[in-house]
């Protein structure tokens, strides 16, 4: 088993697990962290679709012959795709956890049981 | 033209700087806010116009000096530019309608409003796949914002459930982008679709395909991972669920769209399933809503789903430019306008019970958007829902996708029953004090903006028909032009009205020859002197008149019609204008509905024949009505779709029940319409059916004995029912029902004698049937009701009215010397020549039954005893008393020359079925026998004469009795009612023959809409309103949808 | 204890599904596509960029990432209009403890540091690791410590505000220059300004102001976001 395949399976056991949190944590704020570890699994299956064995990373400093980068460098652009994802989930998380701040204040629960107002 | 890139750049950059002037207050951030949102627009319309006026091609803009897939790319061609128009200039209306909202929270709202339309204009103008997610996330993120911004619990909590349904959706979008990226190498759109074809590495491919498009239908809210969304559009301020209704779903739908081209057949035939099923199921699940908020998600729900399934199916078939400028387009704008501006009534007004909005019956600004919203969301003409359903019909039709239709068309049913059934609240529902109307202005304005840019476009869509021409619009301008005089007193409208009939009969009658003109001759003179009844109110009856003119304009236009679509256009207008005219009565609530609900269901079953008989034409025709007869494959299955439309229309057995209330409950002179005049529309839709397709036989089942029967029962029910009921216009409507079965009966057989029978009765129906209504109606309107055992005696009183009662029912039982003897005559001799005996004897059964229930209308009305409540009643007023005069002198004149009747329906049946009744001077020969009406008239008349002179001269002297002045039994009556046997007249019959007029049809409704709604019931219960197994649902749709497509292979 | 099961289940469905997605996937052995593309072009110095990814971020993939700061700048705002104080009432009874001298002393001597070491990761975005979001983070760590080790502290919302509004403005502003000094397909090109020597700071066009107004408007908007969830809501 390669690196790539190992950083895969570590990826999706982690979308995995955070699953398994949004769906069994009453909790609302586990259940962000649920999101969030889902989040972090996704980043990082994201970034090995890139990966290329022994090559180096895509910046041309010295340790990269400007004539050859293209054979020398893993692929930038997954790495430049994450940046933008990791920043995405930030933010969704942060507003996540805001209206869990206001809902808290509401009712004074955190249980995402108690809130089914609206149904059916 | 200006660079599209700066509708991003301005929006942006306003939004960036906006918080920087919150110091000089919400005047002045809402001013660069609105000025930020009309440029946009401006650089939006200037585009839409240049696509739609000018010619205008697709154009490219690059970023960054690169070309993809380098760097991103935008598109602006004509679907964009439709798309970013109507989202922007939605958002405009939106911003309008929430402006308080938004000045009391403060600039950052404006701010997060300006990038929610960033981020739609971006998903609809972007080329590259992560850019898509990018500005999706834009979209949602402001949106969830701005769900949360009034910081009310349900708000909050509807987000919260919305932001774990969208984090999903990311996660997967993600994962499928990046997928996509490993075997394709580039995130540019269109170059994937050209690269697609040529991946080796099939399963990653597919996998990362099917990623992306389950993620979009997560954002779609496609049923069952769409619980989410269902309460965020209840719990949420209704000025934003009516904006993300509409731009949301608009964005999102263009961007799934988008991925079409690049998916597999498999994806897009899953696509196409789950968008039907949840347009199909989500309106079941609708039936069972209180909530108008709630009814209004299920319903955007549904027509998203539509939308998702015909984009899937268009590309699926490889018609998808054609089938999104003819149906997506005209589906996605009606949807777009009509429910934002719905979700925005609902915000005005306040209360979550449907069944509370009879307050705003006397709310005009209010009522009258609602009424125009709620007709185009049903997708009736002429707004662009039904255009958009029209062609998808045609193109179902086309490529023969049956099922298809049936599925389109019955969740549109139902949907049109949940949405009529509101309406019906609106205008019928009783007045609760608790509901409060919040009338501020800005919110109003959006709400007619909406409205009004609805109505253009409906009016645009129309003109620019080419299979409907202009001259077709002439029999609604009467109608139109009358909804702009509401002022007027009712005489001077019923004298606009008679006006513009006479002009029609002057317009239309001289061109026309056979059927056409027998038939337009019924409606326009029937029309033109029932109109004088009408004239009696005092009062101005505002929208009555329109309404009326508007029905008489469908029907002259069904006549005129000349391919399906004119007809079934017409058809429409017929059932609206019919029903709002029905809605008049004063407790018309239920009828109502029943009625549009059987019509609706009827219009359908006609459109779905259609659809089957457009199989065989090519698609971008609509199909003539004359080439109905062309069809081979399917022929028996349009006759008998078309003719079950038909038959409700003219409430045949088992398609009856919504008959006998609606003509009760409808305003009485309305009634005489509805029996006298609508109910031939039917008919008129069996004799060109019939003309143009034959009957055609299913093996060795010749369809016309089965129509024969079902106009025989039709007759024997009908009267039936008629005798055992105690209100006279449900007496006179269930007898309507019989006298229309002969017709059919007659007309089943095929014959020149069964037609000439058949068009003989239409008459002879046409004119009994106004003079009968019309007398009840006057009676009616001195009395105050309708139940006839509370009457008695009125002969003193009506004598008048009386008279006309009694040559109708003399007409109608059919006995010599008037018209109705010749009907039952001709018909009895068709059935014989036919060698239907059996169906003759029903006949003639059903004919004799008739005698009862018009004994009831001359004995329990104006015979027996007068009711001291109404000693003081007179003579019903002459508006309607001079209609029934002319009637009768027209069946006086048909019945001693027969011939001048006869020989106009011989001119329009001859040429299609020969020769049928000789004459000889005045007398009548068929094959069986001869009938002279002036020698029946003469015997009859000396008769008569003979009789009462003998009676005068041998009778003994006449003593005047008191009323009471009576002994029964040894004992003397005191009230009138002692002495008047009127309730339950026929209670022994009842105990002998009751069991033959159980509702059985009635219970077998019922029971079809109880199931519907339990079905629905039991359907939403999946929405437990947890928004943890809101996620469960989404994974769980998620894995089983990824076995069905991807999973097995 | 049922949610529990059904959840299992269907994660080992989503097991299986990751597993054919991991069976199936096949070892990148060379560049493809447009990261080749980007790979080689960086090469010729196209657009002066020594960190390649910096230059998909900043140039080729502009529009990503202004649509990514809008995205941030949405969730601060959201999160500002959420959390929003109807009236500020401070209770004067429950007056929080002071910090210590050593905690305060010690925060206020790192802040400045750590704020300077985000700016320099953003100045040489283009040429190292890091760039405007990272810079921005860093910068926001600092504050956040501020917040952490002084329960009074309050940050100036004015000179935030404009320094988050005008760096936003500004880099909109950038992407139009574009449009306005080289063409209509040229929005958010880098090249407005000359590149300069290949490597050095003062290279790569317009890339390191855009990250410079980036890092700033990052670390403001994360700073913001603190203060608002910071909370003395209740």
């Not at chain 2, 207008?573 to 809605?583: K, P, Q």
């Not at chain 2, 069986?928 to 009789?947: A, K, T």
């Not at chain 2, 999946?1022 to 989404?1034: E, H, K, L, P, R």
Request: aromatic share 14%; proline share 3%.
């Amino acid at each position: 088993m390669n690196i790539t395949t190992i950083v895969h399976i570590i990826g999706f056991a982690l979308i995995i697990i955070g699953f398994w949190g949004m769906l069994t944590q009453k909790n609302m704020i586990k259940i962000i962290l649920g999101l969030a570890i889902v989040e972090t699994g996704v980043q990082l299956v994201m970034v090995s679709f890139g990966f290329i064995e022994g090559r180096t990373a895509p910046i041309l400093d010295s340790a990269v012959e400007l004539s050859k980068v293209s054979s020398l460098i893993v692929d930038p652009v997954p790495q430049a795709l994450v940046l933008t994802a990791i920043v995405i989930g930030v933010a969704v998380n942060a507003l996540m956890l805001t209206f869990v701040i206001r809902l808290y204040q509401q009712k004074r629960s955190l249980s995402i049981n108690d809130y089914k107002e609206l149904k059916w | 033209m200006v660079n599209p890139i700066y509708i991003v750049a301005i929006l942006l950059g306003v939004g960036f700087l906006l918080p920087s002037f919150s110091k000089g207050g919400t005047k002045l951030t809402g001013a660069i806010f609105f000025a930020a949102l009309i440029s946009v627009c401006a650089i939006s319309y200037q585009w839409l116009t240049g696509f739609l006026i000018g010619d205008q091609v697709s154009v490219m803009i690059f970023t960054a000096g690169f070309k993809p897939p380098i760097s991103i790319n935008l598109q602006m061609g004509m679907f964009e530019a439709i798309f970013t128009g109507s989202i922007n200039f939605m958002a405009l209306f939106g911003a309008i309608y929430m402006f308080r909202q938004m000045a009391e929270t403060g600039t950052r709202s404006f701010v997060l409003f300006l990038l929610m339309v960033l981020g739609l204009n971006g998903l609809v103008m972007t080329r590259d796949i992560f850019n898509l997610f990018v500005f999706l996330e834009i979209t949602s993120i402001a949106t969830y914002s701005l769900i949360g911004m009034d910081l009310k619990l349900k708000s909050l909590s509807a987000g919260f459930k919305y932001m774990i349904a969208g984090g999903i959706a990311s996660v997967f979008l993600l994962l499928g982008i990046i997928m996509l990226y490993s075997v394709t190498g580039t995130l540019n759109i269109d170059e994937m679709v050209k690269i697609i074809p040529a991946v080796a590495n099939i399963k990653i491919l597919t996998i990362g395909l099917f990623l992306v498009l389950f993620s979009l239908i997560i954002e779609m809210k496609q049923f069952p991972s769409n619980g989410w969304a269902i309460d965020a559009y209840e719990g949420v301020a209704p000025g934003l669920t009516g904006l993300v209704a509409a731009i949301g779903t608009g964005g999102v739908f263009f961007a799934i769209y988008k991925t079409f081209p690049m998916m597999n057949k498999d994806l897009l035939s899953m696509t196409a399933v789950i968008g039907m099923l949840t347009f199909f199921v989500s309106n079941l699940m609708g039936l069972k809503q209180k909530n108008p908020r709630r009814i209004l998600g299920y319903s955007s729900v549904a027509q998203m789903g539509l939308i998702l399934s015909v984009g899937a199916w268009g590309y699926r078939t490889g018609a998808a430019d054609e089938i999104f400028m003819l149906v997506l387009i005209p589906l996605f704008i009606n949807h777009f306008f009509a429910k934002a501006g719905l979700f925005w009534i609902a915000g005005i007004v306040k209360s979550e019970k449907y069944k509370n909005w009879g307050m705003i019956k006397n709310n005009k600004i209010i009522l009258i958007p609602f009424i125009i919203l709620v007709l185009a969301l049903i997708g009736l003409p002429p707004f662009p829902g039904f255009w958009g359903k029209w062609n998808l019909v045609l193109f179902w039709g086309a490529t023969k996708n049956f099922t298809w239709i049936w599925f389109l068309l019955a969740g549109s049913l139902i949907e049109a029953v949940y949405m009529l059934r509101w309406l019906g609240y609106a205008l019928k529902g009783e007045d609760t004090e608790e509901v409060k109307f919040d009338m501020t202005v800005s919110k109003n304005l959006a709400v007619f903006l909406v409205t009004s840019l609805l109505l253009t476009i409906a009016v645009y869509y129309s003109w620019t028909n080419e299979a409907i021409a202009p001259i077709y619009y002439l029999p609604f301008t009467v109608g139109l032009a009358l909804f702009y005089l509401p002022f007027l007193p009712a005489k001077i409208k019923g004298f606009i009205s008679m006006s513009g009939i006479a002009v029609y009969a002057y317009y239309f009658l001289p061109d026309q020859a056979g059927f056409n003109l027998f038939f337009n001759t019924i409606f326009l003179g029937g029309s033109f002197f029932l109109i004088i009844a009408t004239m009696h109110s005092k009062g101005k009856r505002v929208g009555f008149f329109p309404l009326l003119m508007l029905m008489i304009g469908s029907l002259v236009a069904m006549v005129e019609a000349k391919n399906t679509l004119q007809f079934f256009f017409a058809w429409e207008i017929m059932t609206v204008s019919s029903y709002f005219l029905i809605m008049r009565g004063k407790k018309a609530q239920k009828a109502a509905l029943r009625y549009v609900i059987f019509s609706l269901g009827g219009a359908f079953l006609i459109l779905i024949g259609f659809g089957y008989a457009f199989s065989e034409m090519h698609h971008k025709i609509v199909l003539p009505i004359s080439l109905l007869g062309a069809i081979e494959e399917n022929k028996s299955i349009v006759f008998i779709l078309i003719s079950i439309g038909f038959l409700v229309k003219i409430a045949g057995i088992g398609l009856h029940t919504w008959i006998g209330s609606a003509y009760k409950k409808a305003e009485d002179d309305t009634t005489a319409f509805l029996s006298s005049i609508l109910s031939k529309a039917g008919i008129f839709g069996f004799v060109i059916l019939i003309l143009i397709m034959g009957i055609p036989k299913i093996g060795k089942i010749d369809i016309a004995y089965v129509l024969g029967w079902i106009g025989a029962i039709t007759a024997i029910s009908g009267t039936m029912i008629a005798i055992f009921q105690e209100d006279a216009k449900k007496l006179l409507a269930y007898s309507s029902m019989g006298q229309v079965g002969y017709i059919i009966l007659a007309m089943a057989t095929m014959s020149g004698l069964g037609w000439t029978a058949g068009m003989y009765q239409v008459v002879n129906h046409m004119l009994i049937k106004g003079i009968l209504f019309l007398a009840i109606a006057g009676v009616i309107y001195r009395t105050g009701t309708s139940k006839m055992y509370k009457m008695g005696g009125l002969i003193k009183k009506m004598p008048l009215s009386y008279t006309a009662v009694m040559f109708g029912i003399i007409a109608i039982s059919g006995v010599p010397p008037l018209t109705g003897f010749g009907a039952k005559w001709l018909l009895y001799e068709a059935l014989i020549e036919k060698g239907w005996y059996l169906q003759t004897g029903v006949a003639f059964f059903a004919s004799t039954v008739a005698f009862l229930y018009c004994f009831r209308l001359i004995h329990t009305i104006f015979l027996g005893q007068a009711k001291t409540e109404f000693k003081d009643v007179k003579e019903a007023p002459v508006w309607f008393i001079i209609p029934q005069y002319i009637f009768i002198i027209i069946i006086m004149a048909f019945s001693m020359k027969p011939k001048l009747l006869l020989d106009m329906i011989t001119f329009a049946v001859k040429p299609i079925f020969g020769e049928s009744l000789s004459w000889v001077g005045d007398t009548a020969f068929s094959s069986l026998g001869y009938w002279n009406g002036f020698v029946v008239m003469n015997i009859v008349m000396v008769l008569f004469i003979g009789l009462t002179v003998l009676l005068l001269i041998k009778a003994p002297k006449v003593q005047k009795v008191k009323q009471f002045n009576i002994v029964f039994a040894g004992e003397r009556p005191e009230t009138p009612e002692l002495t008047h046997f009127a309730y339950q007249f026929y209670k022994p019959y009842y105990r002998a023959l009751g069991f033959l007029v159980n509702p059985r049809v009635k219970t077998f409704w019922k029971n079809v809409s109880n199931s519907a709604h339990t079905i629905g019931d039991s359907l939403r219960k999946i929405y437990t309103g947890n928004g943890q197994t809101y996620a469960f649902w989404i994974l769980m749709y998620g894995l089983i949808l990824f076995f069905i497509t991807v999973g097995v292979k | 204890m049922i949610k529990r099961i059904f959840s299992a289940i269907l994660l080992l469905g989503f097991v299986f599904v990751f597993f054919i997605i991991v069976n199936n996937i096949e070892e990148a052995t060379a560049l493809k596509g447009v990261g080749k593309e980007y790979a080689e072009r960086s090469g010729n110095q196209e657009l002066g960029a020594q960190n390649i990814v910096t230059a998909i971020i900043v140039t080729y993939r502009g529009l990503d990432t202004l649509g990514e700061v809008a995205v941030l700048f949405i969730a601060a705002t959201g999160i500002a209009v959420l959390l929003r104080r109807k009236k500020k009432k401070i209770d004067p009874g429950k007056k929080k403890r002071e910090s210590s001298e050593i905690l305060l002393t010690g925060s206020t001597l790192l802040a400045p540091m750590i704020i300077i070491f985000g700016i320099y990761i953003f100045l040489n975005g283009h040429l190292t690791p890091g760039g405007g979001f990272q810079g921005g983070a860093v910068i926001a760590s600092a504050i956040m410590l501020l917040f952490l080790a002084d329960t009074s502290y309050k940050i100036n919302h004015n000179v935030f505000g404009w320094l988050e509004s005008l760096s936003g403005f500004a880099y909109v502003l950038i992407g139009i220059l574009g449009l306005v000094m080289i063409g209509a397909d040229n929005f958010l090109d880098n090249r407005i300004l000359s590149l300069g020597t290949f490597g050095s700071i003062l290279s790569a066009g317009a890339i390191p102001v855009i990250y410079t107004l980036i890092g700033l408007k990052v670390g403001t908007e994360l700073a913001s976001i603190l203060d608002n969830m910071k909370g003395d809501l209740e």
